[in-house]
């Protein structure tokens, strides 16, 4: 009987869901969901404010349409007596529209053009001009891949290369570029497999249903690791395109939101078929296949070093380096074998049927024939009693979120059911998906959100400053075809996003608006890692603009290259950085992005690691930040290249100062800021007479003393590092002379200067 109810609530629910009123009763008010598992659960009454995500959408009528409608909306809620901040100045606008959009500074001759272009609508040129760069499409895509967790390896003990996930990452890039419309760019990733079975571009899209980290090996529970992607996967969803944090409601009803636990395991039943697969998927013209040869090489040359030790061990193991090197080349024979796929035409994707997931964790995962799922019935979905996977309690039908009031028919066949959940979130009805987004497009300009928890719409997140202004930026979104270029369009030209950083007024200003939530002023913001890492490659001239393709791999700082780190039961291969400098020096958003192995620079200036959903980038100030600019490898490198790029163009050692200044601030010194430069050079000049040591020597062999896993004695193994023995160091101090060298000093401190790393 008590089956038989939940059946009628859950129709129920799908045919005729009330929508929220606008408004509620101030004492709380109680929402119909498919229901909880307690009675008082499901009728408790939550506060009206919190609901608001879930209320329609609705359309409201910019108060003033005399200005932008953004002013117009923010103006109706700035505190009374607060006057806006004026327009920033054109060097200042160029930079940050140029760093929001692209990442990457803007160049003297980009600046120049800006400033003398008098045209009225220069401005809005300057918008296209950018839009339409293909870097903006590498910023945009990493701030979508930071919501998503991309990684290019699958985290915990088994971190393992992930081949092919570079082409995830790269249609993500593509997408942006070619302003996809944001509802089909959710449905390709959802469902891009059920839409069209044989496009490899829709193929390589669901590979966002794998960003997570995953770990199966000979010792796991199948049924567990896969209650751990279905688990990953629901709250993915929820966080990425609905901007809940579904997880919570696993093993309870949500303790503040009106998500039972039942929709919880409905989302969950629509992934209930969806498996693993890599599978074949046709290089794309547009797709950068460029490099594989060389990295081909060093992958044969491991192979084969590999395939000698193992052929030159005995027969009959007795000593403990037998023992370990055996393991050890057998897992390495392995790990070799699976990252030869980056060079195929594989597709890191899922498909609908049986599972592939059992003890045999060294075989590729592939697709089963379609006799394989025509021999069983879909698996049936159970709410898991406190989200134990043996503990399964009530059977569920695959359904959405009850709480929105918008239904959806989601069948129960192997095939359709991701596509329906795909068309219910990108209905123009649906309450949170256009709201998310904006939110997050709105965010990435002004450093935070209208709603300033763009993960969690929820209770226990902050709600939106300005209600009004976030659901009619969400109507026209969708009014003008899911749009994002137009929605920065939309944007950008506000007044509020153009003015200037710096209030005439800070007194008043920090009275009457605290948190800077009235937008009379511009929050600045300190560069991303990844900006400031390219930012330095573009002003030093060494930035390589190639787009797509295989993860490069940058220097990294050496001790930290080394260390070594667990995989599989052994050690990994060490990281070894690309030979050349023109492969190092891409831009950041195509380096290889290991789990287990972060790079320390970008970690000191807040990456976030690819484990969790980042919902907003924090921003720290720590003394190892200083460290890092002012000691470090990477901004040294980038210091001596900008000095010896400065030395090659420049007539007179005034004119360096102001190329200096021109490349890495965007204007030249001022007279106080020319004469303390020219000191500084003059004095970091007569530090640098002694000639510095010769070239830094990098290890082409290392030997490791590690304990067999087994047997737990001790044993040695020596790696080759291949890619030392052809590398090509960035340019070094010993190459220059002493004025070069001083010059670098000046260059450091430009980097380590705030205009340098902050968006004002």
């Given at each position: 009987?008590?089956?038989?109810?939940?059946?009628?609530?859950?129709?129920?629910?799908?045919?005729?869901?009330?929508?929220?009123?606008?408004?509620?009763?101030?004492?709380?008010?109680?929402?119909?969901?498919?229901?909880?598992?307690?009675?008082?659960?499901?009728?408790?009454?939550?506060?009206?404010?919190?609901?608001?995500?879930?209320?329609?959408?609705?359309?409201?009528?910019?108060?003033?349409?005399?200005?932008?409608?953004?002013?117009?909306?923010?103006?109706?809620?700035?505190?009374?007596?607060?006057?806006?901040?004026?327009?920033?100045?054109?060097?200042?606008?160029?930079?940050?529209?140029?760093?929001?959009?692209?990442?990457?500074?803007?160049?003297?001759?980009?600046?120049?053009?800006?400033?003398?272009?008098?045209?009225?609508?220069?401005?809005?040129?300057?918008?296209?001009?950018?839009?339409?760069?293909?870097?903006?499409?590498?910023?945009?895509?990493?701030?979508?891949?930071?919501?998503?967790?991309?990684?290019?390896?699958?985290?915990?003990?088994?971190?393992?290369?992930?081949?092919?996930?570079?082409?995830?990452?790269?249609?993500?890039?593509?997408?942006?570029?070619?302003?996809?419309?944001?509802?089909?760019?959710?449905?390709?990733?959802?469902?891009?497999?059920?839409?069209?079975?044989?496009?490899?571009?829709?193929?390589?899209?669901?590979?966002?249903?794998?960003?997570?980290?995953?770990?199966?090996?000979?010792?796991?529970?199948?049924?567990?690791?896969?209650?751990?992607?279905?688990?990953?996967?629901?709250?993915?969803?929820?966080?990425?395109?609905?901007?809940?944090?579904?997880?919570?409601?696993?093993?309870?009803?949500?303790?503040?939101?009106?998500?039972?636990?039942?929709?919880?395991?409905?989302?969950?039943?629509?992934?209930?078929?969806?498996?693993?697969?890599?599978?074949?998927?046709?290089?794309?013209?547009?797709?950068?296949?460029?490099?594989?040869?060389?990295?081909?090489?060093?992958?044969?040359?491991?192979?084969?070093?590999?395939?000698?030790?193992?052929?030159?061990?005995?027969?009959?193991?007795?000593?403990?380096?037998?023992?370990?090197?055996?393991?050890?080349?057998?897992?390495?024979?392995?790990?070799?074998?699976?990252?030869?796929?980056?060079?195929?035409?594989?597709?890191?994707?899922?498909?609908?049927?049986?599972?592939?997931?059992?003890?045999?964790?060294?075989?590729?995962?592939?697709?089963?024939?379609?006799?394989?799922?025509?021999?069983?019935?879909?698996?049936?979905?159970?709410?898991?009693?406190?989200?134990?996977?043996?503990?399964?309690?009530?059977?569920?039908?695959?359904?959405?979120?009850?709480?929105?009031?918008?239904?959806?028919?989601?069948?129960?066949?192997?095939?359709?059911?991701?596509?329906?959940?795909?068309?219910?979130?990108?209905?123009?009805?649906?309450?949170?998906?256009?709201?998310?987004?904006?939110?997050?497009?709105?965010?990435?300009?002004?450093?935070?959100?209208?709603?300033?928890?763009?993960?969690?719409?929820?209770?226990?997140?902050?709600?939106?400053?300005?209600?009004?202004?976030?659901?009619?930026?969400?109507?026209?979104?969708?009014?003008?075809g899911w749009s994002i270029k137009s929605l920065h369009r939309l944007i950008l030209t506000s007044a509020a996003y153009r003015r200037s950083s710096h209030h005439p007024d800070?007194?008043?200003?920090?009275?009457?608006?605290?948190?800077?939530?009235?937008?009379?002023?511009?929050?600045?913001?300190?560069?991303?890692?990844?900006?400031?890492?390219?930012?330095?490659?573009?002003?030093?001239?060494?930035?390589?603009?190639?787009?797509?393709?295989?993860?490069?791999?940058?220097?990294?700082?050496?001790?930290?290259?080394?260390?070594?780190?667990?995989?599989?039961?052994?050690?990994?291969?060490?990281?070894?950085?690309?030979?050349?400098?023109?492969?190092?020096?891409?831009?950041?958003?195509?380096?290889?992005?290991?789990?287990?192995?972060?790079?320390?620079?970008?970690?000191?200036?807040?990456q976030p690691g690819p484990d969790a959903s980042c919902e907003r980038r924090e921003t720290s100030n720590v003394t190892p930040q200083v460290f890092a600019l002012f000691n470090?490898?990477?901004?040294?490198?980038?210091?001596?290249?900008?000095?010896?790029?400065?030395?090659?163009?420049?007539?007179?050692?005034?004119?360096?100062?102001?190329?200096?200044?021109?490349?890495?601030?965007?204007?030249?010194?001022?007279?106080?800021?020319?004469?303390?430069?020219?000191?500084?050079?003059?004095?970091?000049?007569?530090?640098?007479?002694?000639?510095?040591?010769?070239?830094?020597?990098?290890?082409?062999?290392?030997?490791?003393?590690?304990?067999?896993?087994?047997?737990?004695?001790?044993?040695?193994?020596?790696?080759?590092?291949?890619?030392?023995?052809?590398?090509?160091?960035?340019?070094?101090?010993?190459?220059?002379?002493?004025?070069?060298?001083?010059?670098?000093?000046?260059?450091?401190?430009?980097?380590?200067?705030?205009?340098?790393?902050?968006?004002?």
């Amino acid at each position: 009987m008590k089956h038989h109810a939940l059946q009628i609530v859950i129709a129920g629910c799908l045919c005729a869901a009330p929508k929220l009123p606008a408004e509620g009763p101030a004492d709380g008010e109680t929402v119909r969901t498919s229901g909880g598992q307690t009675e008082d659960w499901t009728n408790r009454k939550y506060q009206p404010a919190n609901l608001w995500a879930y209320r329609p959408i609705r359309q409201p009528v910019p108060p003033d349409d005399s200005q932008h409608p953004v002013d117009a909306f923010l103006r109706a809620k700035r505190p009374h007596g607060l006057a806006p901040a004026p327009a920033a100045e054109r060097l200042t606008l160029i930079r940050r529209l140029t760093f929001d959009l692209t990442g990457l500074p803007p160049t003297p001759q980009a600046i120049d053009r800006f400033h003398n272009d008098k045209r009225p609508d220069a401005y809005r040129r300057l918008i296209n001009r950018l839009l339409e760069s293909s870097r903006y499409g590498e910023q945009w895509g990493r701030h979508w891949l930071d919501v998503v967790r991309y990684a290019d390896t699958g985290g915990f003990a088994n971190d393992f290369l992930r081949p092919n996930a570079w082409r995830y990452r790269d249609y993500v890039i593509r997408s942006f570029n070619s302003d996809k419309p944001y509802d089909r760019f959710v449905r390709e990733q959802i469902a891009g497999d059920e839409l069209t079975p044989r496009t490899s571009e829709n193929l390589v899209a669901v590979g966002f249903l794998r960003m997570g980290p995953w770990e199966h090996t000979g010792m796991s529970v199948a049924r567990v690791t896969r209650q751990f992607f279905l688990d990953d996967v629901t709250n993915s969803v929820g966080q990425v395109f609905l901007g809940h944090v579904l997880r919570c409601a696993r093993c309870h009803d949500h303790k503040f939101d009106p998500v039972p636990t039942r929709d919880y395991y409905s989302i969950q039943a629509v992934f209930a078929e969806t498996r693993f697969a890599e599978v074949d998927a046709a290089f794309l013209a547009e797709e950068n296949t460029g490099g594989f040869e060389s990295h081909r090489k060093y992958h044969r040359q491991r192979t084969e070093a590999n395939n000698r030790m193992l052929a030159s061990l005995p027969g009959r193991r007795v000593t403990p380096d037998d023992f370990g090197r055996h393991r050890l080349g057998r897992k390495w024979k392995l790990l070799f074998n699976w990252s030869a796929d980056r060079y195929r035409p594989i597709a890191f994707s899922v498909y609908n049927g049986p599972g592939n997931v059992g003890r045999r964790v060294a075989s590729r995962l592939r697709k089963p024939s379609r006799q394989a799922r025509g021999k069983r019935q879909p698996n049936r979905t159970s709410v898991l009693d406190g989200g134990d996977v043996f503990s399964a309690g009530d059977p569920v039908r695959p359904d959405v979120l009850s709480a929105t009031g918008l239904a959806a028919t989601i069948p129960v066949s192997f095939d359709g059911r991701r596509t329906s959940l795909a068309d219910w979130i990108t209905h123009p009805d649906n309450p949170l998906t256009a709201r998310v987004i904006v939110n997050r497009i709105w965010q990435g300009h002004f450093g935070r959100g209208l709603a300033t928890n763009p993960n969690n719409f929820g209770a226990t997140g902050q709600p939106p400053t300005h209600p009004l202004l976030l659901d009619w930026l969400a109507t026209e979104f969708v009014r003008r075809g899911w749009s994002i270029k137009s929605l920065h369009r939309l944007i950008l030209t506000s007044a509020a996003y153009r003015r200037s950083s710096h209030h005439p007024d800070r007194d008043t200003l920090s009275r009457l608006d605290p948190n800077r939530a009235g937008y009379a002023v511009f929050r600045p913001r300190r560069l991303a890692a990844e900006e400031l890492r390219d930012a330095m490659l573009v002003v030093s001239g060494e930035l390589n603009p190639r787009t797509g393709g295989l993860p490069t791999r940058p220097d990294m700082n050496l001790e930290a290259a080394l260390q070594p780190r667990m995989i599989m039961g052994t050690f990994a291969p060490s990281y070894v950085p690309d030979p050349l400098p023109v492969q190092r020096n891409r831009r950041t958003i195509y380096a290889l992005k290991l789990r287990g192995h972060r790079d320390p620079f970008l970690t000191t200036f807040n990456q976030p690691g690819p484990d969790a959903s980042c919902e907003r980038r924090e921003t720290s100030n720590v003394t190892p930040q200083v460290f890092a600019l002012f000691n470090g490898q990477e901004s040294s490198d980038r210091a001596l290249a900008l000095a010896a790029r400065v030395l090659k163009t420049a007539d007179s050692d005034a004119d360096a100062i102001h190329l200096a200044f021109r490349l890495a601030f965007g204007r030249e010194a001022v007279a106080a800021e020319h004469r303390a430069a020219l000191v500084h050079w003059k004095t970091a000049t007569a530090d640098q007479a002694d000639p510095p040591a010769k070239q830094q020597e990098w290890p082409t062999r290392i030997t490791r003393r590690a304990n067999e896993e087994n047997t737990g004695e001790p044993f040695t193994f020596t790696e080759t590092l291949f890619e030392y023995r052809d590398y090509v160091p960035d340019l070094q101090p010993h190459q220059v002379d002493a004025r070069t060298r001083g010059l670098a000093q000046l260059c450091l401190v430009l980097f380590n200067a705030n205009e340098f790393l902050y968006v004002y």
